[in-house]
């Protein structure tokens, strides 16, 4: 395994800071996006998703997997930012449309800014 040196990783995500004073704030279905411009040449994600509403991890390792590669698909069209998504309670999340509401998220993310 290849080992990261700590010169090329990029800064920790402060999600407090990017949910406290956002720059854009969307939400759509489930889903609330919190953003804020960054100083670095990448976008940025963090998720954040209450053990209170998913008591199974299994559910919360899903819809993290889902909204990661939404993001990493829709990265070229999204402006440098550090984006914190937070997931509020659904009855039954595998029903749910988690692609579209991700997709409308990414696009309002590109037409705002």
């Known amino acids: 395994m290849k080992k990261v040196s700590s010169s090329t990783r990029s800064p920790k995500l402060d999600l407090g800071k990017?949910?406290?004073?956002?720059?854009?704030?969307?939400?759509?279905?489930?889903?609330?996006?919190?953003a804020r411009f960054n100083d670095?040449?990448?976008?940025?994600?963090g998720i954040s998703i209450k053990k209170k509403d998913y008591n199974l991890a299994t559910t919360r390792n899903f819809i993290k997997r889902k909204i990661k590669g939404?993001?990493?698909?829709?990265?070229?069209?999204?402006p440098h930012m550090d984006f914190v998504i937070l997931v509020r309670c659904a009855p039954n999340i595998k029903n749910t449309k988690i692609k579209e509401e991700l997709a409308l998220l990414w696009a309002g993310c590109g037409d705002s800014v």
Not at 18 to 34: H, M
């Open 40 to 45: 670095l040449n990448s976008a940025r994600v």
């Open 70 to 78: 939404s993001f990493i698909n829709n990265l070229d069209s999204l």
């Open 18 to 34: 990017v949910i406290n004073f956002p720059d854009l704030q969307l939400s759509s279905g489930i889903f609330k996006l919190f």
